[in-house]
């Protein structure tokens, strides 16, 4: 594999659209190799599951207002059946995982050079169903950061700008034994929606959404996560990175903020999803298997992912499963 500082000859310049071959729909999703699937499978030791989704309901009024409540409908035909169906469910509305075509970069398209203009209601290019199709398995490794700041004796708040940078996720990862063997899905905890959802909705309301610890917006962090060949990354706050971006390598002179949504300038996003084809995931559950690694000492573990398998999407559950 070409290394980040590589990729600066790639067009665009540090992409990866041309690593995978052309036409490629899976991004870092091709470093999950059958030998690196069958080795992660030998980490399962002792049975115990972690369900990594919260309720698809966790989130709601969601944080950004851009997503409504869902609404589940049961109906029965006679007295001896019973049905539902959903309205308003937004893929992205609780725990999720972004598909390739949910962000892009504003000078440089969707990835793998999928144009603004081409990713429209009826296209199916980069959507979840790429993923679906085969699932996502692989090793796990967690990160924990609020446990690493209370052994480190330094003051540490979920509800504020926390940016990590390469040289925090290598002091993180040393603290706590982890290490990294190529197609890894790394697992950030912030303890930003155990915080969260233990708020009275008086209490969220008052609490400003965009303030996150989470990775820093800076090239380190890219080439921190390619040069290991991360597969997935994914964290239990709203977008991984930090929030809100406060110092950044990735502001486009001149941009203006959009009308409507929320403001991706400056985000780890953009180069993330859109130039190396990143899956990321977001608002996981931690908690559980967090305490559990802790207590064990064991933070590798074998992760299973199945997205929905709706054709186009652009957003999925992840429906995430990790086991020891």
Known sequence: MPTYDDLAAATPPFSSWQVFGPDDQLGTINHLTPERVAAAAR??????????????????????????PLEHHVFANNEFHRDDWLDSFYLQSSSQLDA???????????YGGLAAQDNTADSTALGIHAWAERGIVGRGVLLDVPRFF????VEYRTASTVALDAAMLDRIAAAQGVDFHGGD???????????????TPEQRAATPW????GLAQREDVLRWLWDREVALVAADNLAVEADPVVESDFRVPGEAAPEKGVDHSGMLHRPLIALLGMAVGELWRLDELA????????????????PLHVIGGVGSPPNAIAIK
């Not at 965009?210 to 610890?213: A, D, H, I, T, Y």
Request: a positive charge; aromatic letters at 12%; charged letters at 30%.
């Open 210 to 213: 965009r303030l996150s610890p």
């Open 185 to 199: 899905m790394v697992l950030l905890r912030t303890g930003w929606a155990e915080d969260y959802l233990h708020r």
């Open 291 to 306: 305490a559990d690694c802790a207590a064990d000492g064991v933070r590798e573990f074998f992760l299973t992912v199945k």
């Open 43 to 68: 980490l399962v030791r002792t049975g115990r599951r972690f369900g990594l989704d919260y309720p698809v309901t966790a989130f709601e009024p969601y944080p950004t207002g851009t997503r409504r």
């Open 150 to 153: 209370e052994e480190e004796g």
């Open 100 to 110: 390739l075509r949910h962000i892009g970069h504003p000078v440089h398209g969707f």
